[in-house]
């Protein structure tokens, strides 16, 4: 199986780091972002939407990080995607929630019109009220992922043992590095990145974001 994948790409190191931490060998193929090779014609006919990741098993193609990842978890056995109905239906409904809930407010409200020039508003005025309706929606739902999804018991978002919602979930509240967020104020979900941390894969799979945050430190930010 080849992926196609950026490492500053966060929907890349959602595969990446389950990849990695589970053992499945994928051959990596850099897509540079920062030349703009995702754009080009020949990357386009391989995926319209000119975005990373790609997966190519064979005569057969996948294009979102969420399908990716429970594609390969069935094709190799991951307990990371429990066979039980109802445990299985947990990961999915956990995976939404990030998916649908707070990366949009996130990462799109807060993290990279700061972050990337490409995605900053037009004028002042509307890169702030974006900051701050970001910065607000993203506080409502650290609250939930808090106290309910999480709870002071939990070592996972399912309960005891990892599974694909941790990696998905992982990368998205990571993200908040790149600005300098803190999440001092919602002690079990830093409890829980902490965990995810600790994962023997996790430095190798953050090497570049890692660095491009260091570039970013002369920067000031709105920040969690």
């Known amino acids: 199986m080849k ?23 994928l051959d990596y193929q850099v897509v540079d972002l920062f030349t703009g090779e995702h754009l080009k014609p020949e990357f386009a006919r391989i995926n319209p939407n000119c975005m990373v990741p790609v997966l190519d098993d064979g005569d057969f193609r996948l294009t979102e990080s969420s399908a990716i990842l429970k594609y390969i978890a069935d094709k190799v056995g991951s307990p990371a995607y429990p066979k039980d109905l109802k445990e299985r239906a947990r990961v999915n409904e956990m995976m939404d929630w990030f998916n649908s809930n707070i ?10 019109p700061q972050a990337f020039p490409h995605h900053k508003r037009p ?20 609250k939930i992922l808090d106290q309910n999804l999480i709870g002071p018991k939990k070592a996972y978002l399912c309960g005891d043992r990892i599974t694909l919602a941790d990696y998905m979930g992982a990368e998205m509240i ?7 967020c803190s ?7 830093e409890r829980w990145l902490g965990n995810m941390r600790a994962l023997k894969s996790w430095p190798k799979v ?5 660095g491009f945050a260091g570039s970013l430190k002369g920067q000031s930010f709105v920040a969690i």
Do not use: C
């Not at 992926?3 to 595969?15: G, N």
């Not at 999440?183 to 979900?189: D, G, K, L, T």
């Open 206 to 210: 953050h090497e570049v974001i890692d």
């Open 183 to 189: 999440y001092a104020a919602y002690p079990n979900v």
């Open 174 to 180: 990571a993200l908040g590095g790149l600005v300098r």
């Open 123 to 142: 004028s002042d005025a509307v890169q702030s009220g974006t900051l701050d309706w970001g910065k607000q929606k993203t506080q409502g739902w650290l």
């Open 3 to 25: 992926l196609y994948y950026h490492p500053a790409s966060t929907t890349s190191r959602i595969v990446q780091l389950f990849a990695l931490d589970q053992g499945v060998n």
């Open 103 to 112: 990366y949009k407010d996130f990462a799109y409200g807060v993290i990279y």
